[in-house]
């Protein structure tokens, strides 16, 4: 019985994007991609649920192919310090890893070393 059944709510990083997005555009979409990954990023920490785990590589994939295209040097790197905390929150340091060493602006590289000291080695 088709008829009652109900869709899955497409996810936010899977929304085709209308038209080029400007910077401030483009960081708030990458922190509604993040707010919206978070709950399944800490479910992924940890174990091997594929399903789960699919849903949150895809959407730091698509929220880092966003953040590369921002001009402003701060705006990306705030975008960029949230796809560290999404990535942390997914026990996926490497990742986190080499997008902290992306972060240029002195001020948002010590939040993230004061946040996940681990980082910083």
Same mark, same amino acid.
């Given at each position: 019985?088709?008829?009652?059944?109900?869709? =899955?709510?497409?996810? *936010?990083?899977?929304?085709?994007? +209308?038209?080029?997005?400007?910077?401030?555009?483009?960081?708030?979409? *990458?922190?509604? *991609?993040? /707010?919206?990954? +978070?709950?399944?990023?800490? @479910?992924?920490?940890?174990?091997? $649920?594929?399903a789960?785990?699919e849903?949150? /590589?895809?959407? @730091?994939r698509?929220?880092? /192919?966003?953040?590369?295209?921002? !001009?402003?040097?701060?705006?990306?790197?705030?975008?960029?310090?949230?796809?560290?905390d999404?990535?942390?929150?997914?026990?996926?340091?490497?990742?986190?890893q080499?997008?902290?060493?992306?972060? =240029?602006?002195?001020w948002i590289? /010590? !939040?993230? =070393?004061?946040?996940?000291?681990?980082l910083? $080695?």
């Amino acid at each position: 019985m088709k008829w009652f059944a109900r869709r =899955q709510p497409a996810d *936010i990083w899977d929304e085709p994007i +209308q038209g080029p997005l400007g910077d401030i555009e483009a960081a708030e979409r *990458i922190r509604n *991609i993040c /707010e919206a990954a +978070q709950a399944g990023a800490e @479910a992924v920490g940890g174990s091997a $649920q594929t399903a789960k785990r699919e849903r949150y /590589e895809r959407a @730091a994939r698509v929220a880092m /192919e966003i953040a590369m295209k921002i !001009a402003d040097d701060l705006m990306r790197d705030d975008a960029v310090r949230r796809i560290v905390d999404l990535c942390m929150k997914a026990d996926d340091a490497k990742t986190a890893q080499i997008l902290f060493r992306a972060i =240029q602006a002195g001020w948002i590289r /010590e !939040a993230v =070393q004061r946040d996940y000291p681990a980082l910083a $080695q």
